[in-house]
C-alpha cells in the first residue's frame, strides 16, 4: 500500500554535498501523502538507527537532530509526493544508510524523532563520506 524508495545516495568527499531524495507511491499515499509527516533517519555499521530530519504534513515546521542542524535542510514536494535531504558540508561521521520513513500526522509531534512512530520505511541508500 505504501512504497518509499530513497535515491541520490553515493560517495562524497568531507565538505562536499549530497542531495537525497524519497518518492512515496501506493494507493494510501497516491492522493494522501500531504497528510502524512516524514522523516530521515540514518544507520551507520554498529551503532543504532538514528534520528536525522523530520518535516511535518504541511511542510510548515522542520526538526533536526542537532549533529546535522545547520547543515542539513528537510523539505518536501507534496505535489511530487517526495521527500528531500539537502545534505552539505559533510563530515566522514555521516557516513551511513540513510532511510526515509512516513507517519500518520495524528501522531504527537513531540515524538517525530522516535523511529516506532513511523509506519513505513523506505529501503534505504547508502551514503559514505571520505575525509
Known amino acids: 500500500q505504501v512504497q518509499l524508495v530513497e535515491s541520490g545516495g553515493g560517495l562524497a568527499q568531507a565538505g562536499g554535498s549530497l542531495r537525497l531524495s524519497c518518492a512515496a507511491s501506493?494507493?494510501?499515499?497516491?492522493?494522501?501523502?500531504?497528510?502524512?509527516?516524514m522523516g530521515w533517519f540514518r544507520q551507520a555499521p554498529g551503532k543504532e538507527r538514528e534520528f536525522v530530519a523530520a518535516?511535518?504534513?504541511?511542510?510548515?515546521?522542520?526538526y533536526y537532530a542537532d549533529s546535522v542542524k545547520g547543515r542539513f535542510t528537510i523539505s518536501r514536494d507534496n505535489a511530487k509526493n517526495t521527500v528531500y535531504l539537502q545534505m552539505n558540508t559533510l563530515k566522514p561521521e555521516d557516513t551511513a544508510v540513510y532511510y526515509c520513513?512516513?507517519?500518520?500526522?495524528?501522531?504527537?509531534?513531540?515524538?517525530?524523532?522516535?523511529?516506532?512512530?513511523?509506519?513505513?520505511w523506505g529501503q534505504g541508500t547508502q551514503v559514505t563520506v571520505s575525509s
Open positions: 501506493g494507493r494510501a499515499v497516491s492522493f494522501y501523502f500531504s497528510t502524512y509527516d
Open positions: 520513513a512516513l507517519r500518520s500526522n495524528r501522531v504527537p509531534l513531540d515524538l517525530y524523532s522516535n523511529y516506532q512512530t513511523y509506519g513505513h
Open positions: 518535516i511535518i504534513w504541511s511542510g510548515a515546521s522542520t
